[in-house]
């Protein structure tokens, strides 16, 4: 069967960034800017963007379009013969199962609230009531169930409509749409009392606030969201890679995904700190910031209802886009392996995520007893770890060895294939960099992450 192809390279690009952009961008990195003392953070996060998510950026695009295959078998065609690198197929077909299984439960959450603030169900709550509402939300097995469904039948129904006329149509109006309203967002948050106060935190490093958090504890936190903002490891970036031609090189096209990544996250921060200044919320409560310390906020402001909505709706643009790109993961390993038609793949894999998404939907309510990480945890909570701190890191590695080992795929194989095409080139000095130093510190993020 022949490959298919992505329509344009405008579309690749907005589907690749679609990927990465999701919860790690609006969720995750406002309430780590926030815990971890605001620009000194911002500044060593974007310093490990380019020297770490960039290059590893580079490499699963550069496996993806060199093999033409699904994650699951593209180290299996470019390994050496006798050696058993494509084991790490099956490493990261299972990392794309395990993320969806929780990922889609949380875009379920966000889904409830865009509907909640259009319907106005936050009016008059104070902030128990906004807290008692996540409680309740949470805690209601028919609610996070019947959203979950929701999410899991139409990110399987926008792919089994096809590459080009389902997914990259689908995501370049949504890519649209969610960077639209974000610069509507950021403006209307600069005309807010305390939108000064919020910018001097979010953009001027401040080595006090940093040296009260603890110099390593800000560098790892920084280096561990560059890394998790990309999801590099599990193979959903390279098959993307594999939808593509070798008409541009892979190197300028990981700056532009990565950058378009960090545009939203950086947007998303202009918008959540000026608001929190303004009225006086504590920046660092966690990941509760969007979900019970944001509507607050909304209740305050004229039109409240309007950009509460405004902002859940991004917020549902930006979990979509990654729920669809790593669902076109899941249907193009079923397809491989299985030799199935997509619309079959699709059909099966509906049931499959349904099952699997049941765990993490059911352990704030019917499952709340199982605390898998002591008391207050949750199977989510379990789920987030091994695919964030070990999946995540391990298949990073073990993707970056094979393309910098004589034994695996190799560094000429892996440069010639990242400079195929017209555009900015590879830089060949980073061989030992690649070699030693990023093996490196991707191992010490995996140690530190798991202490």
């Not at 993307?240 to 960090?262: C, M, N, P, T």
């Not at 920046?283 to 039109?303: A, K, Q, R, W, Y």
Request: aromatic share 12%; hydrophobic share 55%.
């Amino acid at each position: 069967m022949e490959r298919e192809r992505l329509g344009s390279r405008l579309g690749f690009i907005l589907i690749a960034a679609g990927c990465a952009i999701g919860l790690g961008n609006i969720w995750k990195f406002p309430y780590m800017v926030g815990q971890y003392g605001g620009g000194a953070f911002v500044l060593i996060y974007l310093v490990f963007l380019v020297i770490l998510g960039v290059p590893l950026l580079s490499v699963e695009l550069s496996l993806g379009r060199a093999s033409q295959r699904s994650p699951v078998n593209m180290c299996r065609v470019l390994e050496p013969e006798g050696t058993r690198w494509h084991l790490h197929g099956y490493l990261s077909l299972a990392g794309v199962y395990l993320l969806m299984s929780f990922y889609t439960v949380i875009t379920g959450w966000i889904l409830r609230y865009a509907v909640s603030s259009a319907t106005g169900d936050f009016s008059g709550l104070d902030a128990a009531g906004v807290s008692d509402f996540f409680a309740s939300m949470s805690g209601d097995p028919m609610v996070t169930v019947g959203f979950m469904v929701l999410v899991v039948v139409l990110g399987f129904a926008v792919c089994s409509l096809g590459l080009k006329g389902g997914l990259e149509r689908v995501t370049k109006w949504m890519m649209l749409a969610l960077l639209a309203i974000m610069v509507f967002l950021v403006v209307y948050s600069f005309t807010m009392p305390g939108a000064a106060e919020g910018l001097r935190f979010y953009l001027v490093p401040d080595i006090d606030r940093m040296m009260e958090q603890g110099i390593l504890n800000v560098v790892v936190a920084a280096l561990s969201q560059a890394f998790f903002t990309l999801s590099i490891g599990i193979g959903s970036m390279a098959v993307f890679g594999s939808y593509i031609g070798k008409d541009h090189r892979l190197f300028g096209e990981s700056i532009r995904i990565a950058s378009l990544d960090l545009a939203v996250a950086f947007m998303a921060g202009l918008i959540i700190f000026p608001a929190c200044f303004s009225f006086g919320v504590p920046v660092g409560v966690g990941p509760s910031l969007i979900f019970e310390t944001l509507p607050n906020i909304f209740n305050n402001l004229s039109g409240g209802n309007i950009l509460g909505f405004l902002f859940f709706l991004f917020m549902s643009f930006a979990a979509l886009s990654t729920i669809f790109a790593v669902y076109e993961c899941i249907v193009s390993n079923t397809m491989e392996v299985t030799g199935w038609d997509r619309r079959r793949s699709c059909a099966f894999n509906i049931p499959v995520m349904i099952l699997l998404c049941l765990p993490s939907a059911l352990g704030f309510s019917i499952l709340s007893g199982i605390e898998p990480l002591g008391a207050g945890s949750t199977i989510l909570d379990l789920s987030d770890l091994i695919f964030s701190q070990i999946l995540l890191p391990v298949g990073a590695v073990v993707m970056l060895l094979f393309c910098v080992s004589r034994r695996g795929w190799g560094w000429d194989n892996f440069m010639s294939e990242v400079d195929s095409g017209d555009g900015l080139a590879f830089p060949a000095c980073l061989r030992t960099y690649m070699t030693y130093v990023v093996p490196v510190m991707v191992v010490i993020l995996l140690v530190m992450g798991l202490l």
